[in-house]
């Protein structure tokens, strides 16, 4: 089973910062990851797939990267609405696996 | 609207099951893998397993197989937990997969099992 790491699991911002999260796979996934945002009562949603392609209507300031076992998502210039929990998953083998999460606060 | 509607809450006592629903719309049910997440409050997401509607092929996670089992319908997915405990206290959420990706585009509200004595 593939182990997804992030790193930190807290993230001290202000708004207008630049946030960096870091995910870390124990084996290549190539670019099969994906990020999500989830917020306090509600489903996750995806931000990130194929580890830098944003998904319909997610805001440009959301970018990820990466490939093989290290990816980033970045936030620039935070908002408000951007403070939330975001987790890491891979689908490049079975089972997929989600990373712990990094709180963004 | 392009939905996932996922059944109401249930309250079950240990050694009990409990199934849940995840009913599908806007969209055609046949071409989206649907996967089931858990969430324990306040922890992370853990992937249980996924089911191909069109010929019911179903992966499991080793950590939930011959506990849990997938199915499906005409445009519902289901998800039984077998003998529950309290440990499977949990939000239970579906999510739909991309066609041409593995990452969740679409998620259910979530379904929140309690186990208690």
Redesign the interface.
């Known amino acids: ?1 593939i182990v997804m790491t992030q790193s930190p699991a807290i993230l001290s911002v202000s708004p207008g910062d630049r946030a960096t999260l870091s995910c870390r796979a124990t084996q290549s996934i190539s670019s ?1 990851l ?1 990020w ?1 945002q ?1 917020k306090p009562g509600q ?4 931000l990130i ?2 580890a830098s392609k944003r ?2 209507g997610v805001p440009a300031r959301f970018s990820g990267s990466g490939s093989g076992t290290e990816f980033t998502l970045s936030i620039s210039l935070l908002q408000s609405e951007d403070f939330a929990v975001y ?1 890491c ?1 891979q ?2 083998d ?8 990094t709180k963004v606060e | 609207e392009v939905q996932l509607v996922q059944s109401g809450a249930e309250v079950k006592k240990p050694g009990e099951s409990v199934k849940i629903s995840c009913r599908a719309s806007g969209y055609t049910f046949t071409t989206h893998y649907i996967a089931w997440v858990r969430q324990v409050p306040g922890e992370g997401l853990e992937w249980m397993g996924i089911i191909f509607p069109p010929d019911y092929d179903i992966k499991y996670s080793p950590s939930f197989h011959g506990q849990v089992t997938i199915s499906a319908d005409e445009s519902t997915t289901y998800l039984q937990l077998n003998t529950l405990k309290a440990s499977d206290t949990a939000m239970y959420f579906c999510a739909r997969s991309m066609v041409s990706t593995g990452a969740y585009d679409l998620w259910g509200q979530g379904t929140m099992v309690t186990v208690s004595s």
Do not use: I, S
């Open positions: 089973e099969r994906a999500y989830q489903a996750p949603r995806l797939y194929g998904a319909t987790f998953q689908y490049n079975w089972p997929r696996t989600f990373g712990q999460g």
